[in-house]
């Protein structure tokens, strides 16, 4: 089993407004340092893959198809072992 | 004419469309679950409004794979009648029918008001009993309306005249003030560029009878309909 850790962030240049918000409610909290924060998704997906290759390939399409919108999104992941693989196996967990 | 509203699992501007078509232009119509996938005896599709799938995700990305809309999609391409109202309009920028996405208004709020919208093009096949310029009142009842494209696309649907709605005040002037949602170039409906598929983020079907305090719905559904 594989762990892919997704994040779908907006694209550059939009306005996001959450993130406006978000910003506004820090600054009022009187964190004055905030200049700027931007709302984006996470998405964590236990798959089935013979090796981190076909698992990579299987999370990019998934990302294109359905996960992130190109109009408006763009995306990056991270790919593991799941933890439960890795205990079985009797390793440490790595990056 | 024959209409087909289709439902998902969270449509719920699905009865209003039905009504319209049904009791007002007394045409014939069916509701259509989204798990089927047959529509050759129809002449004009509609994907109503509501929260397909709970909007997770996005508005509209879950719905654009269920069964019906491949059916849709070739619909659409051998040159039907497709309309998409609110989230239907969402439905058809994810499914890649109509260009553009529909992000978060900018003010954050669920909108739920009568808005003005200025005609920009009666040359589809929902628009021909508008004159061009005509500022009509129609409600919105959204959250997430904000048209948003990139910079090529925009200019490519302008020049092909593919905007067919812009908010706009009474008078049909259009500025930031009369930009419910934050929409760019205050647009509120597209064409697709055979103009046979249009999406807009205002209710016609729910002002087709003077009771719901305009009927200027009706334009859309008799220029469909070729009646004056």
Not at chain 2, 72 to 90: E, H, K, T, Y
Not at chain 2, 213 to 221: A, M, R, V
């Amino acid at each position: 089993m594989y762990n892919a850790k997704v994040t779908v962030r907006q694209k550059k240049g939009l306005l996001d407004p959450q993130g406006v918000a978000i910003g506004g409610a820090l600054r009022s909290l009187g964190y004055s340092q905030v200049s700027e924060v931007k709302v984006g998704k996470f998405i964590e997906i236990a798959l089935k893959a013979k090796d981190k290759k076909e698992a990579e390939k299987k999370v990019e399409e998934m990302c294109k198809k359905l996960l992130a919108n190109p109009v408006i999104e763009v995306y990056s992941y991270e790919i593991d072992l799941s933890a439960e693989v890795l205990t079985k196996a009797g390793e440490a967990p790595q990056k | 004419m024959k209409f087909g509203v289709v439902v998902f699992p969270g449509s719920n501007c699905d009865y209003d469309c039905y009504n319209a078509v049904k009791r007002v232009f007394k045409q014939p119509v069916e509701f259509i679950w989204h798990a089927g996938s047959k529509l050759d005896h129809f002449d004009c599709i509609i994907l109503p409004g509501g929260f397909s799938y709970g909007d997770y995700l996005r508005t509209g990305a879950i719905a654009r794979f269920s069964n019906i809309m491949d059916s849709v999609i070739r619909f659409a391409r051998a040159g039907g009648l497709v309309i998409g109202i609110c989230n239907g309009f969402q439905i058809l920028t994810e499914a890649g029918l109509l260009p553009g996405a529909l992000q978060r208004n900018k003010s954050l709020k669920f909108l739920c008001k009568y808005v003005h919208l200025r005609c920009e093009s009666n040359k589809t096949p929902f628009t021909n009993k508008f004159k061009k310029g005509q500022v009509v009142r129609i409600p919105i009842a959204h959250g997430e309306g904000n048209f948003t494209v990139d910079e090529k696309t925009l200019k490519e649907i302008e020049n092909n005249k593919q905007v067919i709605f812009r908010y706009c005040d009474e008078k049909g002037r259009v500025s930031d003030a009369s930009n419910p949602n934050g929409s760019m170039a205050g647009i509120a409906g597209i064409c697709n560029k055979k103009r046979n598929v249009l999406g807009m983020m205002p209710h016609p079907e729910r002002c087709c009878e003077a009771l719901f305090g305009s009927e200027d719905g009706k334009l859309i559904f008799r220029s469909i309909l070729r009646k004056d």
